[in-house]
């Protein structure tokens, strides 16, 4: 592929590769870009856009913030109930699964999607994110849409993240490497601009939220004091990188290397298995990890091979280079 590829173009060049390619899966990647683009005008003016309510505000943009999540749910919703090849969505900001309009016509595919991670971090112009995963229903005579959207992670057909920051990316995974896209705004297009992405066997950076240190079960401290201590033959101490926003610093982390991680909380009782949701949040960015080389677990186990058990499920997360990744495995599996 050439520098410039439009994401459009790649897309069509894989369905022409597979001759039982009907169309539903260009469709369904094409209007999510659309979308992202819509998301993307919004958010580069969240900060002056009056009609979210964020000009002249004194208090702490709770509800500012939350018209930005619907603006940015609502779009996405829209976007793809029109498209006919959907049973159905689910959102980490809806409670129970998206079904189609009554009316419209449906197909197998199933779209999981968190809709602006991190958007708090706006106020500081930290990057933010839409993270999405697409699954293929396996039983078309099982009539509960439930039992076919909890799925585990290495069922996906898809899955990726527009990243919103200095600039607007796309980047994804059909299952065959991964591929990322700016926008060029002038066009209006993605182009391609990080051709097959392969992330570094090992980093030199460690994410967490390291204000959390006493409340993560004993063996987590151990993980970080490892990264934190200096050893010159493995190139410790690792450096500190948290944002606060799981899109950023797995982004950054793609691309050169480190580990990302948020364990378990025991002081907050929403958090008892860590604070990220397994289906719209861990799942693809564990999906686009393996395709690039790396690695996600548990701590216990392989992310993807975790059979979700509600929609909403959360799990804890260390992902990133793989030596890094099982490293922080070892520790937590040799003290237990």
């Known amino acids: 592929m050439a520098k410039g590829t439009t994401v459009t173009e790649l897309i069509l060049a894989g369905q022409k590769e597979r001759p ?6 260009t469709a369904l990647l094409s209007e999510l870009t659309v979308a992202a683009k819509i998301i993307a005008q919004k958010v580069s ?12 505000s004194e208090s702490a943009d709770e509800e500012h913030f939350q018209r930005l999540l619907e603006f940015a749910n609502t779009t996405i919703v829209n ?4 498209i006919g090849h959907l049973c159905c969505m689910a959102s980490k900001q809806n409670t129970d699964l998206i079904p189609m309009p009554p009316k419209q016509a449906k197909g197998d595919y199933i779209l999981v ?3 602006l991670g991190g958007i708090t971090n706006l106020e500081v112009h930290i990057a933010v994110g839409t993270v999405f995963s697409i699954l293929k229903r396996e039983n078309t005579a099982d009539m509960s849409l439930t039992t076919n959207v909890l799925q585990p992670g290495d069922k996906q057909v898809a899955a990726g993240y527009f990243i919103y920051g200095s600039s607007t990316m796309m980047v994804y995974t059909t299952g065959n490497g991964v591929h990322g896209f700016t926008l060029e705004p002038r066009i209006g297009e993605f182009l391609l601009s990080h051709e097959n992405i392969r992330i570094p066997d090992k980093g030199k950076t460690y994410s967490v939220n390291e204000g959390n240190y006493y409340f993560w079960e004993e063996e987590v401290q151990n993980v970080v004091e490892y990264f934190k201590t200096p050893d010159i033959k493995t190139g410790r101490p690792y450096t500190l ?16 290397g480190g580990i990302h991680m948020y364990p378990a909380d025991s002081r907050d009782p929403l958090k008892p298995h860590g604070k990220l ?7 693809p960015l564990a999906f686009v990890v393996e395709q690039a080389g790396g690695a996600a677990s548990t701590g216990l186990e392989r992310v993807l091979d975790v059979q979700p058990r509600h929609l909403h499920q959360r799990v804890p997360i ?8 099982r490293l922080a495995e070892e520790i937590i599996q040799d003290n237990r």
Do not use: Q, W
Request: contains cysteine.
């Open 20 to 25: 039982e390619a009907t169309g539903a899966f």
């Open 45 to 56: 003016k969240a900060n002056l856009t009056e009609d979210l309510g964020f000009v002249g």
């Open 113 to 115: 999607f968190d809709p």
């Open 241 to 256: 990188r948290y944002t606060g926003s799981f899109v950023a610093d797995f982004h950054r982390n793609l691309l050169t």
């Open 277 to 283: 949701m397994l289906m719209c949040e861990v799942n």
């Open 318 to 325: 260390f992902i990133g280079s793989p030596a890094d990744v």
């Open 79 to 82: 976007r793809v109930s029109h």
